[in-house]
T-cell receptor, first 115, second 109 residues
Framework: DAMVIQNPRYQVTQFGKPVTLSCSQTLNHNVMYWYQQKSSQAPKLLFH???????NEADTPDNFQSRRPNTSFCFLDIRSPGLGDAAMYLC??????????????FGPGTRLTVL | KQEVTQIPAALSVPEGENLVLNCSFT??????LQWFRQDPGKGLTSLLLIQSSQREQTSGRLNASLDKSSGRSTLYIAASQPGDSATYLCALKGYQLIWGAGTKLIIKP
């Protein structure tokens, strides 16, 4: 089945130790998104790629970076995780066909713990 | 600035009841509205998407309505089951997705 895959599902890192989260998709969608979701809160968009064009949200900390080496893969790099970065990180994709019809499909998420 | 509110934050009902979840928004200039389900510690599953020009969408026991003039959408769940227990989030598509904080639904057997 076509889907959005996130690895790992659970990630534990130490304060200040860089960590990379992975997202892959078999939907061949143009757009890939990274969201941060803290407990009992709505998802917060960090950034998205439309093909190779990177779009960063204004309030996304510099500590968060992203890479999209090809259509299928997108990575979230956290350069120096702090305790406040512990959250669920959600990857999503969409066709990019236009705002009227552009449904986002989500992966299962990676839960990040910072010790 | 678009604001999305979901009230109540939590809801507990006995199995078998019909129920309505609410989503209100401040700016009617939207492209579409989407309802998602999120199980504890899991990702998001899209349930229904209503285009701006539509009034409602149905999928199985779920019916979502959209009234832009009043800034309101509802998600109706018929004959609720314990497996419906989850957090339900609405999201409005303008330039970006603007999310509500969700309603945590518990269906008691």
């Amino acid at each position: 089945d076509a889907m959005v895959i996130q690895n790992p599902r659970y990630q534990v890192t130490q304060f200040g130790k860089p960590v990379t989260l992975s997202c892959s998709q078999t939907l061949n969608h143009n757009v890939m998104y990274w969201y941060q979701q803290k407990s009992s809160q709505a998802p917060k968009l960090l950034f998205h790629y439309y093909d190779k064009d990177f779009n960063n949200e204004a309030d996304t900390p510099d500590n968060f970076q992203s890479r999209r080496p090809n259509t299928s893969f997108c990575f979230l790099d956290i350069r120096s995780p702090g305790l406040g970065d512990a959250a669920m990180y959600l990857c999503a994709t969409s066709r990019g066909g236009g705002p009227n019809t552009d449904t986002q499909y989500f992966g299962p998420g990676t839960r990040l713990t910072v010790l | 600035k678009q604001e999305v509110t979901q009230i109540p934050a939590a809801l507990s009902v006995p199995e078998g009841e019909n129920l309505v979840l609410n989503c209100s928004f401040t700016d009617s200039a939207i492209y579409n509205l989407q309802w998602f389900r999120q199980d504890p510690g899991k990702g998001l599953t899209s349930l229904l998407l209503i285009q701006s020009s539509q009034r409602e969408q149905t999928s199985g026991r779920l019916n979502a309505s959209l009234d832009k003039s009043s800034g309101r959408s509802t998600l109706y769940i018929a004959a609720s089951q314990p497996g419906d227990s989850a957090t339900y989030l609405c999201a409005l598509k303008g330039y970006q997705l603007i999310w509500g904080a969700g309603t945590k639904l518990i269906i008691k057997p």
